[in-house]
């Protein structure tokens, strides 16, 4: 009987191979998936992330005590902590977008304004405060943008000190245990 996919095909070889020492991997679909350059590619890190917590763990006879009981701790607390930089990064990214279009629009309406100035147009005054008007919009939307992204951050810039430091402490108790283990073991 032929093996009708590849995995198959490779485990047959395997099977009449006496020199293939290439564990077989199963087929493990991702858990987000969506279309290749989307908008949603911009989760992909995080989508990254999601895998590799939700992904079995490998069990080994060559990791060390010190892996098999801190290891995994402090692998989480470091996806973790990847986790909360990956918000603050688009944050911040969104925070340079809106304030990179304020600034544009800012520079545009003084530019129109200024053309208004050297002209002497019959409804002058009216254009000039119409500008007027439209720059102190744009200057609250500035100061509007930097309060929402500084509130949008207090919570994240504490939850990655906060997961800074578990990463820490989970990365001292696995140094002291395996200080401890490669003396015993010595």
Partial sequence: MMPNTTSELRRYYCQQSQDCDEPIKPYQPSLLQWPEKSYLDKFKPDADLLQTVLSPLEKSLTHSIADQVFG???????IGLKHDVNLFYE???LHSQHMQEIGQRHIEIQGRRFGVEINNAPDRA???SNWESQLLQLE?????EELAFWKDTVDLRQKLFEGAGAYRA???RYSIFSAVEGGCGS
């Fill in 126 to 128: 009216k254009c000039l």
């Fill in 91 to 93: 944050r911040s990214k």
């Fill in 140 to 144: 609250q939307q500035r100061r509007d």
């Fill in 170 to 172: 989970a990365q001292h």
């Fill in 72 to 78: 995994n701790q402090k692998q989480q607390e470091c």
